[in-house]
């Protein structure tokens, strides 16, 4: 398998472009699926929000945390639209708080670890950001009510991290590919 760049290459308006839809559908489904408890344990939003990790780990990889950041903004900026469309006020504002916060952290241990064993960066940015994204969201979107949020926090993170480990393999395959078509230009 080709060795991965320390460095990132420029990304081209497309590249953008295409990481900045593949971050829009991953908040868009993941605050719609939220709301729908799948038990007492989980929501459906568990299994596609990780993916946000996975588009912004892969845009770091290739383009650089500049180019990444940028992506997670407008993540960002779909995240509070759609909450404000979709749901209650609360679980916008939790959505909005917890996405950018756990983005921007996950960007930067990324960045911090991106020279060491490839697994090394995805894994340790996606537990990190990970952590923080449920502390965050869970308390602010649910403390106080009448529900078994701290279940579904509890049930939500294990699903991220299970996912997170998951989606390695594909982040791996991905980087690769793209390091093949390039070389190959």
């Known amino acids: 398998m080709p ?5 990132p290459v420029p990304a081209t308006r497309a590249a953008r472009a295409g990481a900045i839809a593949a971050m ?13 408890a799948l038990n007492d344990w989980l929501t459906w939003g568990a299994f596609t929000y990780p993916v946000a990790f996975l588009v912004s780990e892969l845009t770091n990889r290739r383009f650089g945390p500049q180019v990444a950041r940028r992506v997670a903004w407008w993540g960002f900026a779909f995240a509070v639209a759609a909450s404000l469309l979709l749901a209650p006020p609360r679980i916008a504002a939790a959505s909005g708080l917890a996405f950018i916060a756990s983005q921007l952290l996950d960007i930067r241990v990324f960045d911090r670890l991106r020279r060491g064993t490839w697994w090394r960066a995805p894994l340790v940015a996606t537990v990190a950001a990970a952590l923080l994204d449920s502390a965050l969201f869970w308390s602010i979107a649910f403390a106080g009510d009448d529900l078994p949020w701290i279940t579904w926090a509890i049930g939500d993170l294990g699903v991220k991290l299970a996912v997170g480990v998951g989606l390695l393999l594909p982040f791996r395959l991905v980087i690769a590919r793209s390091l093949r078509i390039e070389q190959a230009r």
């Not at 060795?3 to 460095?7: K, L, N, R």
Request: proline share 6%.
């Open 3 to 7: 060795q991965f760049p320390a460095q």
């Open 24 to 36: 829009a559908v991953v908040v868009l489904l993941s605050n719609v699926l939220v709301q729908f």
